[in-house]
């Protein structure tokens, strides 16, 4: 089977930074997804990291260290609307193609 | 551009129906199509994967005598659950791949109830 883990819950104040991790064990990789998923509604994209290192895109950055089987998602100035929960997705080769495997997800709070 | 849609967007039936529910990609065409499910405060669960004009792959302990999927164009597939049951009742997702990135695309999700 394929580990993925992420911490449950996480609480931060608006306009403060959180860091959320996910560590991976897997057979395979093509990289690593973040997503964003508010309650009732489907995942939308946030970020990809194939190769070791950071990647940014404006409020949000991602990082990954494959010898570590690590990464992380950084939200910087919070915002009210970042509330949601936030999906770690490995991409994995399957027959050809490629499929992901979620962790089980990272609900963030922010509090005024 | 890379729209998913998905339909219906919720759907009621009583145990024992079947349920269709039709993933459909707008301004691409999908490769491949994904079906995941959602139980309530849990991450998306692949059930299965299917290539247009082939047979779906299913997860390991999705049953797919259950959980039909029939992809017959690159524009679309259809996920029946037959003989409903109230276990069954989830969030239901597709996604598509346009088999040159590496992204996929998500649709809004079809909540099913079952009574």
């Known amino acids: 089977g394929q580990n993925i883990d992420q911490p449950t819950e996480m609480t931060a104040t608006e306009g403060a930074i959180v860091q959320i991790n996910c560590t991976y064990q897997?057979?395979?990789?093509?990289?690593l997804f973040w997503y964003q998923q508010h309650a009732g509604e489907a995942p939308t994209f946030l970020s990809y990291?194939?190769?070791?290192g950071l990647e940014e895109k404006g409020r949000f950055s991602s990082f990954l260290s494959r010898s570590k089987g690590y990464s992380y998602l950084l939200l910087k100035e919070l915002q009210m609307k970042d509330s949601a929960s936030y999906l770690c997705a490995v991409s994995l080769p399957a027959f050809g193609d490629y499929k992901l495997s979620f962790g089980a997800g990272t609900t963030v709070t922010v509090r005024a | 551009g890379a729209v998913v849609s998905q339909h219906p967007s919720r759907v009621i039936c009583k145990s024992g129906t079947s349920v269709k529910i039709e993933c459909r990609s707008l301004?691409?065409?999908?490769?491949?199509m994904f079906w995941y499910r959602q139980f309530p405060k849990q991450s998306l669960m692949l059930m299965a994967t299917?290539?247009?004009?082939?047979?779906?792959?299913?997860e390991q302990g999705v049953e797919k005598d259950k959980f039909l999927i029939n992809h017959a164009s690159l524009t679309l597939s259809t996920l029946t659950v037959t003989s409903a049951h109230p276990e069954d009742s989830s969030f239901y997702i597709c996604s598509a791949r346009d088999g040159t990135g590496y992204e996929q695309y998500f649709g809004p999700g079809t909540r099913l109830t079952v009574t």
């Open positions: 301004d691409f065409q999908a490769t491949t």
């Open positions: 897997t057979s395979g990789f093509n990289g």
């Open positions: 299917s290539n247009e004009g082939s047979k779906a792959t299913y």
């Open positions: 990291n194939v190769l070791d």
